[in-house]
Nanobody, 126 residues
Framework: QLQLVESGGGLVQPGGSLRLSCAVSGFTLDYYTLDYYAVAWFQQAPGKEREGVSC????????NYADSVKGRFTISRDNAKNTVYLQMNSLKPDDTGTYYCAVRRGGCYYYAMDYWGKGTLVTVSS
């Protein structure tokens, strides 16, 4: 099974920026690199359900974003490093929460991700 480890969370002022990283390991013989997987980021705000933030197809040719983060967040991947990134700019207090990385063989479907990380906490406050 794959293992996912997020990093890069922390405390930041409104209007600031953070870059989250997700290192993926444990690939199988048949699906042996990150190239085979769609990748996604989720946010769980305090007291709320987990929601999809962004997803990128396995080919890298298609991305989507939640309306609340369009124009501010950017998802990317480096398949050679088996790493997923989320660049977060112009951060708002509502962006506060635990951010999870997830991957799936096949297309981008927030409700059917195969593997998850344990999350990294982002706090946006002055």
């Amino acid at each position: 099974q794959l293992q996912l480890v997020e990093s890069g969370g922390g405390l930041v002022q409104p209007g600031g920026s953070l870059r989250l990283s997700c290192a993926v390991s444990g690939f199988t013989l048949d699906y042996y690199t990150l190239d085979y997987y769609a990748v996604a980021w989720f946010q769980q705000a305090p007291g709320k359900e987990r929601e999809g933030v962004s997803c990128m197809s396995s080919s890298g040719g298609s991305t989507n974003y939640a309306d609340s983060v369009k124009g501010r967040f950017t998802i990317s991947r480096d398949n050679a490093k088996n790493t997923v990134y989320l660049q977060m700019n112009s951060l708002k207090p509502d962006d506060t929460g635990t951010y999870y990385c997830a991957v799936r063989r096949g297309g981008c479907y927030y409700y059917a991700m195969d593997y998850w990380g344990k999350g990294t906490l982002v706090t946006v406050s002055s």
